[in-house]
C-alpha cells in the first residue's frame, strides 16, 4: 500500500491498494485474516459497462487486460464506484501530488504534461489500481514485454517490494508463466467470483477465509 502510494500518488480518499481485515471463527478459535485489495482488472468489468451506459466511455481496457480510466473523458458520476463489486474504485476529492513529509522529489518534479495519463491527477475523477500501467507501458515502449513481472521497472511496486513475494504478477494467460504456475500450484481462487466479473487477481486463501 505504502508502495503505490509513492508510486502512484493516491491520496487517502481514492486508495489504489488497500488492506482488509476481518475475524474467522468462533471465540475461543478466532483469528484475524487480512487481505490486500486492489482492483480486480475484471475480464468483463462492470465499471466499464456502467460508464458505457453514462456515455462517458471513461473506462478502457488496455493490450494486457488492465482496466484503466481516463480522467479526461470520467464525469465524476460515480456509477462505476457503485457497481464495482470489490470496492476498489473511489471518486477522489482532492489531488495532492506532494506526499506529506517527503517534500517535492522524484516523480513530483516531472512536470504533468511529462507524466503518464495515468499520474496526470485530476480532482473529482474515478482512480483506482493500474497494475503501474506507466510501468508496462515502458516495457512495451522499450521492447522488454518478455520481462514484465520479472525486471523491476516493468513490474508493478506493490510486488517488487512484498517482503515474503506474496504478491507475483505476471501473464495468467502463459501457462509456464510464474503466475501461471503459483496459482496451480497453491490453488490459488478468484474472489466474489459469484459475481461474474471475472476478476484477474487470485488469492491463496487461508481456511475459512471469506471467498
Ligand atoms: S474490480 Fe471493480 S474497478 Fe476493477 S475492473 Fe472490476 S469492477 Fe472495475
Ligand atoms: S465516475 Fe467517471 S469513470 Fe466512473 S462511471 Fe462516471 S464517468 Fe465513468
Not at 75 to 81: E, I, Q, T
Not at 142 to 153: P, R, S, T, W, Y
Not at 157 to 166: E, S
Amino acid at each position: 500500500m505504502a508502495a503505490c502510494a509513492t508510486e502512484n500518488h493516491f491520496t487517502p480518499d481514492a486508495p489504489w491498494n488497500f488492506m482488509v481485515e476481518y475475524e474467522v471463527g468462533a471465540y475461543p478459535a478466532v483469528k484475524k485474516i487480512y487481505n490486500t485489495m486492489n482492483c480486480m482488472h475484471c475480464e468483463a468489468p462492470p465499471c466499464k459497462a456502467a460508464c458505457d451506459a453514462m456515455g462517458a466511455k471513461a473506462i478502457s481496457k488496455n493490450q494486457f487486460g488492465v482496466v484503466l480510466v481516463d480522467y479526461n473523458k470520467c464525469l465524476g458520476c460515480g456509477n462505476c464506484v457503485a457497481v464495482c463489486p470489490y470496492g476498489t474504485i473511489s471518486l477522489n476529492r482532492e489531488v495532492r501530488d506532494l506526499n506529506p513529509g517527503l517534500g517535492k522529489a522524484g516523480a513530483e518534479t516531472i512536470p504533468a504534461k511529462d507524466r503518464h495519463p495515468t499520474h496526470r491527477k485530476k480532482a473529482r475523477v474515478a482512480e483506482k489500481c493500474t497494475f503501474c500501467a506507466h510501468k508496462l507501458d515502458k516495457a512495451v515502449a522499450d521492447g522488454k514485454v518478455n520481462l514484465i513481472g520479472l525486471a523491476q521497472e516493468y513490474t508493478p511496486a506493490c510486488d517488487i517490494v512484498c517482503p515474503t513475494q506474496a504478491r507475483v504478477f505476471g501473464n495468467i494467460d502463459d501457462p509456464n508463466s510464474e503466475i501461471s504456475k503459483r496459482i496451480a500450484a497453491t490453488g490459488a481462487k478468484q474472489i466474489k467470483k459469484q459475481f461474474g466479473t471475472g476478476p484477474q487477481v487470485y488469492y491463496v486463501l487461508e481456511e475459512g477465509a471469506l471467498s
